[in-house]
């Protein structure tokens, strides 16, 4: 599905793309897939991300320059158009061209951002790519490696930057959707460490995460923000040179602000950093009531979400008609309450409101109904299990159930009881004399007391006669 934007970030993404004939069609298309689900989020641009693809075969090919699509939509097509070339395997002249290409003005390439190399392989190489990988990562690129073969994990995890548990993956070329967000974050971490960026972003606050540029003895940090609608109302900030992120609050929903990060240094001169967050819309608490556990005197009432801006919840209730209206008070950090001393088999209107630190208030109402007093279990019925033996079954009774007392009182032979567990709705009763005339009662238990009892008559027949029973209800 779509996926969010993802900004501040400022980096040149190269895909090393397996193009050779040892890759099928079905295969390459996937990978196709699976890059572009890679970069969808991703926000390009010449202050932003820019993507190339090199493909490997016999001879290396670029197929786009970094700075040729800087939009979704055109690199999306672009991916999409993107056509096996077949030829040999030679990675480590696809990996020569790309360290070329990597710090070349001809291809796009920037100087002074990150560079990161995705290459994703069957596994397999004609030539030799120990010497050209490692010249890459001596000058500062990134190297990921996807495996959808069976390549060599020694090989490969060499080749990675390291560790190779953050830098390496093996997958099926079926798989690959699986791995992405994992991947994306791993490109993220490296392209947003060289720069200012927002985490934590929430409806009044974000915290700001910058590299570190200073110390405590070389310098400081002055932060400005502002609305970009309204630049007038700056507020500037002051941290020592031994920080390197910051929290922001108390800033309006659904706004963007224009951060910039002035590095105070009296050693040496760092540029201005600059970046655009947009806060989240406010969130409304609550969002949704539910009712449960209800009985004939009591319900549950729960709510979501809570938020840190909340002060306090008021719960109003009252029965449904009616203009008899009370008032619970729960503490802002609770989620819940129960509403008791109700009357039985009512309907009630409750309202949940929510009180903000601002003093805004946001109310949402929902029915809740009250058990009948005492309920009880239905349709008490019986079945012949073999001489002597009765099956007695019922359906379940209302509300929230703790379990069903199940009594046999015999015309001969002593009384029973047995308890079982609000799932279990039929016990066996044993040892019923033929020719005898037998009372079974069942009753539901609750918390608070337990509800009525459904009882029944049950004849067992003479033995002499077919094997069988009579019930009849209780007059």
């Not at 969010?4 to 040149?12: L, W, Y």
């Not at 190269?14 to 926000?43: A, C, H, I, N």
């Not at 077949?86 to 020569?96: I, P, Q």
């Not at 397999?124 to 890459?136: N, R």
Request: hydrophobic share 35%.
């Amino acid at each position: 599905g779509p996926q969010p934007s993802t900004s501040n970030s400022e980096g040149d993404l190269l895909f090393l793309l397996d193009s050779s004939g040892s890759v099928s069609y079905y295969e390459f298309s996937r990978v196709k897939e699976f890059m572009w689900d890679l970069v969808q989020p991703f926000t390009f641009g010449p202050r932003d991300v820019q993507t190339s693809i090199i493909h490997i075969s016999t001879t290396p090919t670029m197929e786009f320059p970094f700075d040729r699509y800087l939009s979704s939509g055109t690199l999306q097509q672009a991916i999409r158009d993107t056509q096996q070339l077949m030829g040999d395997t030679n990675t480590g002249k696809a990996l020569s061209y790309a360290k070329e290409k990597f710090f070349s003005d001809e291809a796009g390439a920037r100087p002074d951002v990150p560079k990161v190399l995705v290459w994703v392989t069957d596994g397999f190489s004609t030539d030799d790519i120990s010497e050209p990988m490692q010249l890459l990562k001596d000058m500062g690129v990134t190297v990921f490696i996807v495996s959808t073969g069976r390549g060599s994990y020694l090989e490969l995890s060499a080749a990675a930057s390291q560790p190779p548990e953050k830098h390496l993956y093996f997958v099926d070329v079926d798989d690959l959707p699986i791995i992405t967000k994992e991947l994306r974050d791993a490109i993220l971490d490296v392209i947003q460490a060289n720069r200012l960026h927002a985490v934590d972003i929430t409806s009044s606050s974000f915290r700001l995460m910058w590299p570190k540029l200073l110390s405590q003895e070389t310098g400081y940090y002055t932060l400005e923000y502002a609305p970009i609608d309204d630049l007038a109302r700056k507020r500037t900030k002051q941290v020592s040179g031994a920080h390197t992120s910051l929290m922001l609050s108390n800033l309006a929903p659904e706004t963007t602000y224009e951060v910039a990060l002035i590095p105070e240094s009296n050693v040496h001169y760092f540029p201005p950093q600059t970046t655009r967050v947009t806060t989240l819309a406010e969130e409304k608490s609550p969002a949704q009531v539910l009712i449960s556990e209800s009985g004939p005197y009591s319900f549950h009432v729960s709510w979501a979400p809570t938020l840190d801006s909340v002060v306090s919840y008021q719960i109003l209730y009252g029965p449904l008609p009616g203009n008899s209206v009370k008032l619970l008070e729960v503490d802002g950090e609770h989620n819940s309450t129960v509403v008791e001393n109700l009357a039985p088999n009512t309907t009630y209107l409750v309202t949940v409101t929510a009180v903000y630190k601002s003093g805004k208030e946001k109310s949402l109402s929902a029915k809740a109904c009250t058990q009948e007093e005492g309920s009880k279990v239905r349709h008490l019925r019986f079945e012949d299990m073999g001489p002597n033996t009765l099956k007695a079954s019922w359906d379940s009774a209302d509300g929230k159930v703790l379990g069903y007392r199940v009594r046999c009182r015999r015309q001969t032979g002593p009384s029973s009881v047995i308890s079982v567990s609000p799932q279990i709705h039929s016990v066996i009763l044993t040892d019923l004399a033929s020719g005898t005339t037998n009372k079974v009662c069942v009753k539901p238990m609750y918390k608070n007391q337990p509800g009525k009892r459904l009882c029944r008559m049950v004849h067992m027949q003479p033995a002499t006669e077919a094997q069988g029973y009579k019930h009849r209800q209780r007059a």
